[in-house]
Antibody, heavy 121, light 108 residues
């Protein structure tokens, strides 16, 4: 069974930093691209970032480019998101998500339970 | 960037009703379109991929159609557990994704 467990959320001041983690199990982590998706309170889903299976290629939404950094450690089955220069509008539940097996393009079939990041003074 | 526009943004319906939600892409995405259901405080749940293929375990009252830029999600006979928010997601630009803004389905 695929399991994704996020951690690291919390309250941080504007301009501060935070690192989120996602522990993966139940699938061959090193074979799949991974994504982060966030959801501000009462709002919709917003794709934030993705990283290739090897970690060699990263992708970002324009809203976080230059401030957030995605990385992974395939030896630990772990995904990370470093959040810098945080703003009030970054307040959201952050989900770790991935695709199912198979070739080609796939949607985000598996999601963690999310971790809440609150940016406030 | 591909933009996804869902309509309506909210919908009131009764148990047993047939409802349809529409999703339009700003450019052609073939059939790389998925639908998700989200209940308050929970992670999104995948319902449909490839525009029309049901995920395992999803009731057959859910169906999807469309290709190119215009897509629909239909629930043939609403059940109490179907009241939730629904999102479309394009994955033509995989591994970059875009979601629609969501449709909140409420009980009339």
């Amino acid at each position: 069974e695929v399991r994704l467990v996020e951690s690291g959320g919390g309250l941080v001041q504007p301009g501060g930093s935070l690192t989120l983690s996602c522990a993966a199990s139940g699938f061959t982590f090193s074979s799949y691209a991974m994504s982060w998706v966030r959801q501000a309170p009462g709002e919709g889903l917003d794709w934030v970032s993705a990283i290739s299976s090897t970690g060699g290629t990263t992708y970002y939404a324009d809203s976080v480019k230059g401030r957030f950094t995605v990385s992974r450690d395939n030896s630990k089955n772990a995904l990370y998101l470093q959040l810098n220069s945080l703003r009030a509008e970054d307040t959201a539940v952050y989900y770790c998500a991935t695709r199912s097996s198979g070739s080609g393009k796939r949607p985000l079939d598996y999601w963690g339970q999310g971790t809440l990041v609150t940016v406030s003074s | 960037d591909i933009q996804m526009t869902q309509s309506p943004s909210s919908l009131s319906a009764s148990v047993g009703d047939r409802v349809t939600i529409t999703c339009r892409a700003s450019q052609g995405i073939s059939n790389y379109l998925a639908w998700f259901q989200q209940k308050p405080g929970k992670a999104p749940k995948s319902l449909i991929y490839g525009a029309s293929s049901l995920q395992g375990g999803v009731p057959s009252r859910f169906s999807g159609s469309g290709s190119g830029t215009d897509f629909t999600l239909t629930i043939s006979s609403l059940q109490p557990e179907d009241f939730a928010t629904y999102y479309c997601q394009q994955y033509n630009s995989y591994p970059m994704y875009t979601f629609g803004q969501g449709t909140k389905l409420e009980i009339k």
